[in-house]
């Protein structure tokens, strides 16, 4: 698989398909293999880049323990669009902290990207009480130091909400030596994403100004069962804010690995959305 050498690291990157490109940023202990299915589906219309972020995976290299900026991220991600589509703008699709990096590649480098689809962001600064999120999200990360990843996640999963899970998961998605695999590294990641990230990029506000002068590429959504919930309530700030709909997936936080099949249908359509608005542009 391809790597591509950016300051201070190595990224290790996945390419499918063919068609205008599509990078998939994950967010959370996720790497290029959280979009596998939902990448897959897509590959008859996209070229899907799916990408490790520094720090993460197979581009864990030299950054593990080190503190992350959004910054240093989106301009890893800029360099990787001049890689894989040099010549044309691309579309971006953001998960969680993804979404975070997805939102300050657009504010910064618009000329890029073609439509960013930013599916809940965690950018605790656009909410009202964003003191009581913050210092909830520094309790998971007390809780992990004390106690351990369990005890953390179990304390995320409080700030965070319950979600409604009404909605039955996908099939496809289950036990095979692929997904042992993606899991193992998943776990692996997580100390890095809370001990090195979570506080850093939930309290990352981008330029809001420049991210209206650029709000007609940009798509906020949420997941379905997640609408209201913690993790969902910047994207509903971001659409009220830019006068844009709030486009809802299948599923909650997560919902890419759980309803890959329909989540996938849902940002088909968001992207053909748009392509048939860049076709009748003068």
Not at 15 to 34: E, F, W, Y
Not at 199 to 216: E, K, T
Not at 249 to 260: A, I, K
Request: glycine content about 10%; overall charge negative.
């Amino acid at each position: 698989m391809p790597e591509l050498r950016v300051p201070g690291a190595t990224l290790y990157y996945e390419r499918r398909g063919t068609g205008p490109v599509l990078l998939m940023i994950p967010g959370g202990g996720g790497d290029a293999a959280s979009f596998d299915l939902v990448g897959a589906d897509l590959a008859d219309r996209f070229t899907v880049v799916a990408v490790d972020p520094r720090g993460k995976s197979r581009s864990a290299a030299g950054e593990r323990g080190r503190d992350q900026r959004v910054e240093v991220h989106a301009d890893d991600m800029y360099r990787l669009l001049a890689e894989v589509s040099p010549t044309e703008p691309a579309f971006v699709f953001g998960s969680s902290s993804g979404a975070v990096i997805a939102l300050d590649l657009l504010a910064r480098h618009p000329e890029r990207l073609r439509l960013v689809v930013a599916h809940e962001p965690p950018v605790l600064g656009l909410l009202p009480d964003a003191d009581r999120w913050r210092a909830a999200f520094a309790g998971v990360v007390e809780a992990f130091g004390r106690d351990g990843l369990e005890a953390a996640m179990a304390a995320l999963g409080a700030a965070a909400g319950q979600e409604d899970t009404d909605e039955p998961d996908d099939e496809g998605d289950g036990a095979t030596s692929a997904n042992t695999e993606r899991f193992r590294r998943m776990r692996e990641n997580m100390p890095q994403f809370l001990e090195r990230e979570l506080r850093q990029f939930s309290g990352h506000m981008p330029d809001l100004g420049a991210l209206a002068a650029h709000s007609g590429r940009l798509v906020p959504a949420c997941g379905r069962a997640s609408r209201g919930l913690l993790l969902a309530r910047p994207a509903a700030v971001l659409a009220e804010r830019f006068d844009t709909p709030l486009v809802e997936f299948p599923g909650g936080h997560v919902g890419l690995s759980t309803h890959p099949v329909r989540f996938a249908k849902v940002l088909r359509r968001t992207l053909a959305g748009a392509m048939a608005e860049d076709a009748v542009q003068p």
